[in-house]
């Protein structure tokens, strides 16, 4: 269906492009979204009324525009490029109104395409061709059958619940209905370094990488090989400890070479079974060939970043011994391996690993497989998000083993390694491109039993350079020891009034395409006045970058519509749950909640590090809330990575929220883009001094 809608579009090729995402609510790679995807359809009525087209045939694109291009493979600037001037070219725009229902069946679904097909005509009857609309009733007798539906209307009143009477009012108030595009690069015939931006435009569309994450996505789309390489491997059989399953079992020999490599970021392990006989247990790793641009600051060869250090578990911790088949004989220890002087946000650096060794503590019968991990430090780069990994990837291929290929050698081979690979998982544990944001490293690793099986499991991380780090040298002993005494003997009782924590998005006012996530941190004056400092994040060294005052629907009455005009009500993203009180819980935010929903915000915002901004540059920009139409609609990706990290679900704060009370009214000079298409921005002028001004 991708490739239908790419022809309507004017678009060559399958990969979907993001109108067709939108509308089906796709937000992962290209091959995660078609796996998960059992069928589609959509039924609906489309009611154009013009047509916008280009005139000029030939287009030709702005000499800036050209010059933008990066000769070379430049992740930063090709990123720069595609957040700039986009991957297409609009080449025209039907103008009206369309009503459509999109269906999405999992591949968990059990129904049938008779069943669908059922489905979608009862759609029909229900949505389109009653005389009052019961667009809801109906369908849902489908919902516990894994199928996603979704409502869309563009043009028209969308207030109006009756098909008929929607498409009544679609003349008055038109909208965007269909786009057709020209790929950009097809007006780049000639540039240098087009094959490059062609390449991270089809990686962009491929696997959808949030636009914030897409420098550091593209820099790690390099080669990655598995270390030690199969050349590499010993054709004698080395002298190894063992295992032993059972009395009479097959023992399983276990390799302690020391893996290394070197300063090369390390993306996944394995488990895998080696030797003539393949019984012989050994881990590889895999990396990337060659170091990101972005890290060669940090960990080029020239950079000193000190001995790498070997890390595993203690050796007489028995509570994390568990067994592997029985009790008395041999174990595995599950102790988790990661670096203990690395912390989410700590800018002194980040432990990355970059070696491995398996070994084996001799206990007789009971010996106790472990795992030893080689840290490295990569100074100057902070870790934003880590996560232990339990879904392995299907393995390429056990290697195949050497030695005789005699008929009986073989026989006793197979039947061997067939029992050992019973009991050793040698899936691979790795995140590649697929797994947004596309550029993961592994951090930390433990062995684990599961079924019987000796698995491996991994901690992967996002790991980022100091890009929110404000200039200048590192704090002294005599500025830290001014700070502590200033902590004993000062009164902060301003600050001290912040009590509660909410995590929301705010869009910016004169470019809507920009949506971030804020942390206001609240100090409520009385109840009908807060005043918040907004913070990027909820870390020690989150950078402030503004100001927001919440007033009430009482106070917001008494101000004059152009003060009015600045001001944006909360109604939307308290129903919509993107107003969250992390680590909250909801039944006490509950009356809170009830109150927000009726109050108006002014947030100016002084600092803009989303575009990359070191220090607070220019003039504040007036911050707008989302309201859930046209461009203020939360992106996907940045509401589930905040409801990753607080482990939330925005869709369930939304659907437990559904008795809160909307405001019996909300004044149209509030959420002035929404009602007026028009937003305000400051502008910073030269202007005559006051000649009255009194000085001292």
Same mark, same amino acid.
């Given at each position: 269906?991708?490739?239908?809608?790419?022809?309507?579009?004017?678009?060559?090729?399958?990969?979907?492009?993001?109108?067709?995402?939108?509308?089906?609510?796709?937000?992962?790679?290209?091959?995660?979204?078609?796996?998960? *995807?059992?069928?589609?359809?959509?039924?609906? &009525?489309?009611?154009?009324?013009?047509?916008?087209?280009?005139?000029?045939?030939?287009?030709?694109? !702005?000499?800036?525009?050209?010059?933008?291009?990066?000769?070379?493979?430049?992740?930063?600037?090709?990123?720069?490029?595609?957040?700039?001037?986009?991957? !297409?070219?609009?080449?025209? @725009?039907?103008?009206?109104?369309?009503?459509?229902?999109?269906?999405?069946?999992?591949?968990?679904?059990?129904?049938?395409?008779?069943?669908?097909?059922?489905?979608?005509?009862?759609?029909?009857?229900? $949505?389109?061709?009653?005389?009052?609309?019961? #667009?809801?009733?109906?369908?849902?007798?489908?919902?516990?059958?894994?199928?996603?539906?979704?409502?869309?209307? $563009?043009?028209?009143?969308? %207030?109006?619940?009756?098909?008929?009477?929607?498409?009544?009012?679609?003349?008055?108030?038109?909208?965007?209905?269909?786009?057709?595009?020209?790929?950009?690069?097809?007006?780049?015939?000639?540039?240098?370094?087009? $094959?490059?931006?062609?390449?991270?435009?089809?990686?962009?569309?491929?696997?959808?990488?949030?636009?914030?994450?897409?420098?550091?996505?593209?820099?790690?789309?390099?080669?990655?090989?598995?270390?030690?390489?199969?050349?590499?491997?010993?054709?004698?059989?080395?002298?190894?400890?063992?295992?032993?399953?059972?009395?009479?079992?097959?023992?399983?020999?276990?390799?302690?070479?020391?893996?290394?490599?070197?300063?090369?970021?390390?993306?996944?392990?394995?488990?895998?079974?080696?030797?003539?006989?393949?019984?012989?247990?050994?881990?590889?790793?895999?990396?990337?060939?060659? /170091?990101?641009?972005?890290?060669?600051?940090?960990?080029?060869?020239?950079?000193?970043?000190?001995?790498?250090?070997?890390?595993?578990?203690?050796?007489?911790?028995?509570?994390?011994?568990?067994?592997?088949?029985?009790?008395?004989?041999?174990?595995?220890?599950?102790?988790?391996?990661?670096?203990?002087?690395?912390?989410?946000?700590?800018?002194?650096? @980040?432990?990355?690993?970059?070696?491995?060794? %398996?070994?084996?503590?001799?206990?007789?019968?009971?010996?106790?497989?472990?795992?030893?991990?080689?840290?490295?430090?990569?100074?100057?780069?902070?870790?934003?998000?880590?996560?232990?990994?339990?879904?392995?990837?299907? #393995?390429?291929?056990?290697?195949?083993?050497?030695?005789?290929?005699?008929?009986?050698?073989?026989?006793?081979?197979?039947?061997?390694?067939?029992?050992?690979?019973?009991?050793?998982?040698?899936?691979?544990?790795?995140?590649?491109?697929?797994?947004?944001?596309?550029?993961?490293?592994?951090?930390?690793?433990?062995?684990?039993?599961?079924?019987?099986?000796?698995?491996?499991?991994?901690?992967?991380?996002?790991?980022?350079?100091?890009?929110?780090?404000?200039?200048?040298?590192?704090?002294?002993?005599?500025?830290?020891?001014?700070?502590?005494?200033?902590?004993?003997?000062?009164?902060?009782?301003?600050?001290?009034?912040?009590?509660?924590?909410?995590?929301?998005?705010?869009?910016?006012?004169?470019?809507?395409?920009? %949506?971030?996530? *804020?942390?206001?941190?609240?100090? $409520?004056?009385?109840?009908?006045?807060?005043?918040?400092?907004?913070?990027?994040?909820?870390?020690?060294?989150?950078? /402030?970058?503004?100001?927001?005052?919440?007033?009430?629907?009482?106070?917001?009455?008494?101000?004059?519509?152009?003060?009015?005009?600045?001001? !944006?009500?909360?109604? &939307?993203?308290?129903?919509?749950?993107?107003?969250?009180?992390?680590? /909250?819980?909801?039944?006490?935010?509950?009356?809170?909640?009830?109150?927000?929903?009726?109050?108006?915000?002014? +947030?100016?915002?002084?600092?803009?590090?989303?575009?990359?901004?070191?220090?607070?540059?220019?003039?504040?920009?007036?911050?707008?809330?989302?309201?859930?139409?046209?461009?203020?609609? %939360?992106?996907?990706?940045?509401?589930?990575?905040?409801?990753?990290?607080?482990?939330?679900?925005?869709?369930?704060?939304?659907?437990?929220?559904?008795?809160?009370?909307?405001?019996?009214?909300?004044?149209?000079?509030?959420?002035?883009?929404?009602?007026?298409?028009?937003?305000?921005?400051?502008?910073?002028?030269?202007?005559?001094?006051?000649?009255?001004?009194? +000085?001292?």
């Amino acid at each position: 269906m991708a490739e239908e809608f790419n022809v309507r579009s004017g678009v060559k090729g399958n990969i979907p492009l993001g109108c067709f995402n939108a509308m089906f609510n796709y937000t992962g790679s290209w091959q995660v979204d078609a796996a998960s *995807t059992k069928s589609l359809a959509l039924v609906g &009525y489309f009611i154009p009324l013009y047509d916008v087209k280009l005139a000029k045939l030939t287009l030709v694109l !702005h000499n800036e525009i050209r010059r933008a291009v990066p000769s070379s493979w430049d992740p930063a600037s090709l990123a720069s490029f595609i957040e700039n001037y986009g991957t !297409h070219i609009v080449t025209s @725009v039907t103008i009206g109104g369309r009503d459509v229902v999109y269906i999405r069946q999992h591949q968990s679904s059990p129904l049938p395409v008779s069943e669908i097909e059922n489905y979608v005509n009862d759609m029909i009857k229900h $949505r389109f061709h009653e005389a009052e609309s019961q #667009s809801i009733t109906g369908p849902l007798k489908y919902k516990d059958k894994d199928i996603t539906v979704i409502f869309r209307r $563009r043009g028209g009143d969308d %207030l109006e619940q009756s098909h008929a009477r929607w498409a009544e009012t679609v003349p008055a108030a038109p909208d965007i209905i269909n786009m057709t595009f020209t790929p950009i690069v097809s007006l780049l015939e000639g540039v240098p370094g087009l $094959r490059h931006l062609t390449r991270a435009i089809e990686l962009y569309l491929e696997y959808k990488p949030p636009i914030e994450d897409l420098q550091y996505f593209l820099d790690y789309q390099i080669a990655r090989a598995w270390a030690p390489e199969q050349s590499n491997l010993q054709r004698k059989e080395p002298v190894c400890s063992s295992l032993q399953f059972s009395l009479m079992g097959p023992k399983l020999f276990i390799s302690a070479d020391q893996v290394t490599v070197g300063r090369k970021p390390v993306t996944g392990l394995r488990l895998s079974l080696e030797g003539s006989k393949q019984n012989r247990l050994s881990i590889h790793l895999q990396h990337l060939v060659s /170091l990101p641009k972005i890290l060669q600051p940090h960990w080029d060869s020239h950079v000193p970043i000190g001995a790498p250090k070997w890390q595993g578990p203690e050796e007489q911790d028995s509570r994390w011994f568990e067994p592997i088949k029985w009790k008395n004989f041999s174990h595995v220890s599950t102790s988790p391996i990661e670096h203990t002087e690395t912390h989410i946000g700590d800018l002194s650096g @980040v432990h990355i690993v970059t070696g491995a060794q %398996l070994g084996v503590w001799d206990f007789g019968s009971k010996n106790v497989l472990h795992l030893k991990l080689l840290f490295s430090k990569v100074p100057g780069c902070t870790i934003r998000r880590s996560v232990w990994d339990h879904t392995p990837v299907a #393995s390429s291929g056990r290697l195949e083993p050497g030695g005789p290929s005699t008929s009986s050698s073989t026989e006793e081979v197979s039947g061997q390694s067939g029992k050992l690979a019973k009991i050793v998982d040698s899936s691979e544990m790795l995140k590649g491109p697929q797994d947004l944001p596309g550029h993961w490293l592994v951090t930390g690793a433990k062995l684990g039993v599961e079924k019987g099986k000796i698995v491996l499991r991994v901690k992967m991380a996002l790991s980022g350079g100091d890009d929110q780090v404000p200039p200048g040298g590192p704090m002294t002993v005599s500025t830290r020891l001014i700070d502590a005494g200033s902590t004993i003997m000062q009164r902060r009782l301003p600050v001290k009034q912040m009590n509660t924590h909410v995590s929301t998005f705010a869009i910016y006012g004169g470019d809507m395409s920009r %949506l971030i996530g *804020t942390h206001h941190y609240v100090h $409520r004056v009385n109840d009908e006045f807060l005043q918040c400092a907004v913070y990027a994040s909820d870390r020690s060294d989150a950078p /402030l970058i503004g100001i927001e005052y919440v007033i009430s629907d009482r106070l917001y009455e008494t101000l004059s519509e152009d003060e009015q005009k600045l001001w !944006h009500s909360h109604a &939307y993203e308290v129903k919509s749950g993107s107003w969250a009180y992390p680590r /909250l819980p909801e039944v006490v935010a509950a009356p809170e909640l009830k109150n927000i929903a009726k109050t108006y915000g002014k +947030f100016w915002c002084t600092w803009q590090i989303d575009r990359g901004d070191k220090l607070p540059m220019g003039a504040p920009e007036l911050m707008m809330s989302p309201q859930g139409v046209g461009q203020g609609v %939360l992106r996907p990706e940045l509401v589930k990575r905040r409801d990753e990290k607080y482990n939330i679900s925005t869709d369930d704060l939304k659907h437990t929220r559904a008795e809160i009370a909307e405001p019996e009214w909300i004044n149209p000079m509030a959420d002035y883009w929404k009602q007026h298409g028009k937003c305000f921005v400051l502008d910073i002028a030269t202007v005559e001094m006051n000649r009255h001004a009194q +000085f001292p």
